[in-house]
């Protein structure tokens, strides 16, 4: 009798640990919010119009950090800074489409106006902000018939 029991019970655990894990994986399936797939480190989220912007940068002059190629180890670089910006939509679906532009004033007002290429799910600019200090950033993205601000500050210690 014991047997029986025993074997009962070890079959019911198995069949709700393996029900949980199979509904587990399924529930999360296009809601991966890991930052694995983005290039960079996160510094500034915002929220606009029910539109989701991550906000990731990278220092291309850092070999030990993202950067894979040595060829931008480079202290000399121009635009040493890559920014990349990820946006949702109000389903929380990633955009993938769309003009992307940023406006970059270091804190003496000189401006970098460039526009974004579609990379990697995001969009992506190279930039200038070697020097330290506070520096504002704005992104407007045109998604089809939605307009998108945003405007921040960073500062480059």
Do not use: C, W
């Not at 014991?2 to 079959?11: A, D, E, G, P, V």
């Not at 670089?77 to 532009?101: C, F, N, Q, R, S």
């Not at 902000?129 to 506070?134: S, V, Y």
């Amino acid at each position: 009798m014991n047997r029986i029991l025993t074997s009962i019970i070890t079959i019911a655990f198995a069949t709700l640990f393996l029900t949980g894990a199979a509904l587990a994986g399924s529930d999360m399936k296009g809601h991966d919010m890991s930052s694995s797939d983005k290039i960079g480190t996160l510094f500034h989220e915002s929220t606009v119009d029910g539109y989701m912007l991550s906000y990731y940068l990278l220092d291309l002059r850092d070999p030990k950090g993202d950067a894979k190629d040595a060829a931008h180890a480079k202290k000399d670089m121009d635009k040493p800074h890559h920014i990349m910006v990820y946006i949702m939509d109000k389903t929380h679906a990633p955009v993938l489409e769309g003009k992307v532009g940023f406006v970059i004033k270091d804190d003496q007002g000189n401006p970098q106006k460039t526009m974004a290429m579609f990379m990697s799910k995001g969009f992506g600019i190279t930039a200038d902000m070697k020097k330290k200090g506070i520096y504002t950033i704005t992104a407007k993205a045109i998604l089809g018939d939605v307009k998108l601000m945003d405007s921040f500050t960073h500062e480059m210690k």
